[in-house]
Every structure is written in structure tokens, then in C-alpha cells.
């Protein structure tokens, strides 16, 4: 079926619809008397359950929970380790992660403590040293 067809379809299904819905409406303009419409025999227990025609299957909580359970003794146990895995270790730093992250840190750090007035010889050493190791790791890699 061509997707002209499809659309003259669906306005034709559509404005029937329509048509249905408000021509069992007598006169629109009037008030609807409560204790004649279906409002008057809704009761609040209606909206607080949703819908009361529960369509799950019964085995479904078993079914889910068993192949969540099944995933997680297959992730967790049985898979072995690869080399994805090794970026995930937890054991390393922050700082052995992203690069001259801990460099950025301490000259805002630095700042910072100059704008208080406390004591910044710490962090100028440690920032002296990390200069020094990513000298030396650039001269091993200009040496190779």
C-alpha cells in the first residue's frame, strides 16, 4: 500500500472518529448534569490503581529476575578479564588517568592560596617534580 493511501486512509479513519465522538452529544453547550454522566459511578479507587485490567503475565517478576540474576553471575564470575577492564581498574589515581590533570589542579590551588595568603611552598614543590618527571618522560620518548 502505497503511503498516499496510507494517508487518506488514516484521514478518513480519523474524522469518522471525530464525528462519532461528538455527535453522541446532544447539545455541547448546555451543561452536563453530574448524576446522569459517567462521572457520578467513577470512583477515586479508579485513578489511584490506573488500569484495572492487569495485563502482565504471572510469570513475569520470575522471569525478569531470573535473567538479571543469570547476567550478573555471568558479568561478575564467570567472564574473564580483558584489556577493557584494565581502564576501569580502580586502583589507579585519578591522576595516572588524565593527563597534567593534577598539574591544572595545583596551579589553581596555588592561586587560590596566594589570593589567602597561606603557604604555597608545597604545592611549588610538587609542581617542581612533576615538571621534572614529564621532562624526563619527554626526553625518553625525543631519545627513542
Not at 28 to 51: I, L, M, Q
Amino acid at each position: 500500500m502505497s503511503l498516499i493511501t496510507r494517508y487518506f486512509i488514516r484521514r478518513a479513519v480519523h474524522s469518522l472518529r471525530f464525528k462519532r465522538c461528538y455527535s453522541d452529544i446532544p447539545d455541547r453547550e448546555k451543561p452536563v448534569k453530574f448524576t446522569t454522566s459517567e462521572a457520578a459511578s467513577w470512583r477515586a479507587e479508579f485513578s489511584r490503581h490506573g488500569n484495572i485490567y492487569d495485563d502482565t503475565p504471572d510469570a513475569q517478576p520470575f522471569i525478569v529476575s531470573l535473567s538479571t540474576g543469570i547476567f550478573l553471575y555471568y558479568f561478575l564470575v564467570w567472564r574473564e578479564e580483558s584489556d577493557i577492564d584494565e581502564n576501569f581498574n580502580i586502583n589507579r589515581s585519578i591522576y595516572d588517568r588524565v593527563e597534567d590533570l593534577e598539574e591544572v589542579q595545583l596551579r589553581v590551588t596555588r592561586q587560590e592560596s596566594l589570593n589567602k595568603g597561606k603557604d604555597v611552598r608545597e604545592i611549588d614543590v610538587r609542581l617542581r617534580e612533576l615538571e621534572r618527571i614529564r621532562l624526563e618522560k619527554k626526553g625518553q620518548l625525543d631519545s627513542s
